[in-house]
């Protein structure tokens, strides 16, 4: 009784709002599962990729909150408890459950590398990340481009919520925290309008070369509520879009 109230608040909060949240991760030929706002329901919670979050109305990290830990990896994370195997070079799918048309922006992967004990009990302060990868206006996108369709979220939306993030093929084996990352901005001409939904869920690369990732940071260091890519009026016919956070990793 009390799981089926629950998970029936759970869903009327996911169709209210309807935020997403990355639900699975394809990698390799292997599906797993990111983690669930609903898996706080469950006793115990499955073991996923996926870090925990305290996110039951499935929603963003404010600008307020930018210089917090809750950028890092979403409000009051945890460390996910598996691992996503993936071989250096793979491409990793990463499907969320739904996300709103309006909330358009870029979309953002960073990787940090994890201690020699691993991702699953790490301390989230202590990751520091490199930008690997951005998308934000489509190619195409013009100035009389209509503002839902200039952005690369509309082809995520189209290819059924699914976004590919192509592990470095150098990149050194061992333990990583990927942080796949949607800013929505529609409500960014306002200061404080940008919503960030960070997600962050642990690999474990094989294969690969010897490169390190070196010289990244804390997320709570990457963002201000007023960088131009944060507070931009989004409905203007844009051409260019000045990206937030550090440059992109080499
Ligand atoms: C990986 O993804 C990229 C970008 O979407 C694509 O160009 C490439 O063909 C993919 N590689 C494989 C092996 O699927
Ligand atoms: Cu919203």
């Excluded at 499907?95 to 691993?118: F, K, N, Q, R």
């Excluded at 997600?199 to 010289?215: A, D, F, H, M, S």
Aim: aromatic share 12%.
């Amino acid at each position: 009784m009390l799981f089926t109230l629950a998970a029936a608040a759970l869903l009327a909060a996911k169709g209210a709002s309807a935020h997403g949240f990355v639900q699975y991760i394809d990698a390799d030929g292997v599906r797993y599962r990111g983690y669930d706002p609903g898996f706080r329901f469950q006793n115990p919670a499955p073991s996923v990729p996926g870090w925990y979050a305290d996110n039951p109305d499935i929603g963003f990290v404010p600008p307020q909150s930018f210089q917090d830990a809750d950028i890092i990896c979403h409000k009051s994370s945890r460390p996910g408890q598996d691992y996503v195997n993936v071989r250096a070079g793979s491409n990793i799918t990463l499907t969320w459950l739904t996300w709103p048309e309006s909330h358009v922006g870029p979309i953002i992967d960073y990787l940090a590398p994890c201690p020699a004990g691993g991702c699953t009990d790490v301390n989230k302060e202590d990751l520091k990340f490199v930008k690997v990868a951005q998308q934000g206006l489509k190619p195409t996108a013009t100035s009389s481009t209509d503002w839902l369709k200039a952005w690369v979220v509309d082809d995520f939306i189209a290819n059924d919520f699914k976004w590919t993030f192509t592990v470095p093929y150098d990149l050194k084996a061992g333990e990583y925290v990927l942080r796949h990352e949607i800013v929505a901005l529609h409500g960014g001409w306002d200061v404080n309008g940008a919503q960030a939904y960070p997600q962050c869920i642990n690999l474990r690369v094989t294969g690969g070369g010897n490169t390190e990732i070196k010289g990244g940071a804390s997320p709570t260091t990457f963002y201000n509520a007023e960088d131009p890519g944060m507070h931009i009026n989004v409905y203007g016919g844009l051409t260019e879009y000045p990206f937030p956070g550090p440059e992109v990793w080499r």
